[in-house]
Nanobody, 125 residues
Framework: DVQLVESGGGSVQAGGSLRLSCAAS????????MAWFRQTPGKRREAVAS???????AYSAAVRDRFTISQDNIKNMVWLQMNDLKPEDTAMYYC????????????????????WGQGTQVTVS
């Protein structure tokens, strides 16, 4: 079974930075898409960023130029570097993955993913 464990969340003032980590285990796929989503109470889970097996990245308009997604294929780790944080970035952040590339189907659709981590809370004040 695929397991995803997020860490690195916390409380930070506006303008600050955080780095989220996602440790993946339980699978080995030659083609995949790893993504970060976020969710606040009462709202839909929204896509933040994605990265695939060849290193192609994509970002939502809300975080582009502030967030950076990266990975270590050998260690099965994905990170989300978040800079210039804003109060509207406050949310529970989730890591997710699928067994086909980010470009083959919409990477920002929650329905395209089956395995999710437990989430890590980010609070910006």
């Amino acid at each position: 079974d695929v397991q995803l464990v997020e860490s690195g969340g916390g409380s930070v003032q506006a303008g600050g930075s955080l780095r989220l980590s996602c440790a993946a285990s339980g699978y080995t796929y030659s083609s995949y898409c790893m993504a970060w989503f976020r969710q606040t109470p009462g709202k839909r889970r929204e896509a933040v960023a994605s990265i695939d097996s060849v290193g192609m990245t994509a970002y939502s308009a809300a975080v582009r130029d502030r967030f950076t997604i990266s990975q270590d294929n050998i260690k099965n780790m994905v990170w989300l570097q978040m800079n210039d944080l804003k109060p509207e970035d406050t949310a529970m952040y989730y890591c997710t993955t699928r067994t086909y590339s980010c470009s083959s189907r919409p990477w920002g659709s929650r329905d395209e993913y089956k395995d999710w981590g437990q989430g890590t809370q980010v609070t910006v004040s």
